[in-house]
């Protein structure tokens, strides 16, 4: 039986999108020296809202729109708590995730009390029948226009040499002028809205639906591909490239004959196990930006 590998390779761009807007958005955050443990909440957020907003109004490009919305309220929010108040950023991001994925799932809970499964308007995949190019509108714009634009911004635009600065060295980009508070909450919000977009792709293009759990762990992933990629865009798009790879692949093998006897959760457990090893690989004496997890306070 010939393998399929162009389906494969169209699940992996599936699969990917998520993690490349989120991931992106976890980027831009560590950029400026804050480490966003929030992001799993974040996209859990991203999902919910943008899929409310579909449902409710049958629109889907308001349900992205909402979404975004719902990533900066995050953002300010992880602002609020480590820039002016300074909380542990450990601290602040988790309690960030607690706080969203118990707000959401309430919600749906009280709004949706039978259970009963609800669908949204989505997006519908463009060149269908094309193969690899059969994909959703955000997984074009996530390879074809975020990636080479923040590649863009983060190395070429003042934004990013003040973010670079920011996530370096505070005190002396504070004497230079730049604005340490307010670039850090820039950086939170934007990244927080990328991530947010990651989370509504999960309910406005690949499942058209919500459900508990929906994001199941890729915002832990999206931490680990920023650290694998070394705070630069295009390996980490690589790196979420390598992770859906893998989990297409494993899905694969789940329905093949040949490998009918390989217990279910260890193919599961493939992906992650494969970006663990990234990790350990690549992740070995990384250089981490000069002011991470360091909050900053004008003297």
């Not at 080479?148 to 060295?169: D, K, M, Q």
């Not at 690589?238 to 217990?263: C, E």
Request: aromatic share 12%; glycine share 12%.
């Amino acid at each position: 039986m010939d393998f399929p590998l162009l389906a494969v390779l169209a699940a992996t761009l599936t699969i990917a999108t998520p993690l490349v807007w989120a991931a992106l958005g976890a980027l831009i955050n560590e950029r400026a020296g804050i480490l966003n443990l929030g992001i799993e909440g974040t996209m859990y957020a991203g999902a919910f809202v943008g899929f409310l907003t579909a449902v409710t109004t049958g629109n889907p490009y308001l349900g992205l729109g909402t979404a975004v919305v719902a990533g900066l309220a995050a953002g300010a929010l992880m602002g609020l708590l480590t820039v002016t108040l300074g909380v542990n950023q450990h601290v602040a991001g988790i309690g960030t995730t607690l706080l969203l994925v118990a707000a959401c799932d309430f919600t749906n809970r009280l709004l949706f009390a039978t259970g009963t499964q609800q669908a949204a308007a989505s997006f519908e995949r463009w060149f269908p029948g094309l193969g690899v190019l059969a994909q959703y509108p955000m997984t074009f714009v996530a390879f074809l226009v975020l990636a080479p634009v923040l590649w863009w911004v983060l190395r070429s635009t003042g934004f990013g040499l003040r973010l670079h600065a920011v996530g370096e060295n505070p005190e002396a980009a504070d004497a230079a002028g730049i604005p340490v508070a307010r670039t850090r909450y820039a950086a939170l919000m934007l990244g927080s809205a990328l991530m947010a977009v990651g989370g509504s792709f999960l309910t406005l293009s690949l499942l058209g639906s919500f459900t508990l759990d929906i994001v199941s762990g890729r915002g832990w992933i999206c931490i680990a591909l920023v650290i694998f990629g070394r705070w630069k865009v295009w390996p980490v798009v690589a790196g979420a490239l390598l992770f859906g790879f893998t989990d297409a692949l494993q899905l694969q093998l789940a329905i093949t004959p040949m490998f009918s006897g390989v217990p279910n959760e260890l193919l599961i457990a493939f992906p992650y196990l494969v970006v663990i090893a990234a990790l350990a690989v690549w992740g070995r004496k990384v250089r981490y930006p000069g002011a991470y997890l360091t909050p900053y306070r004008r003297a």
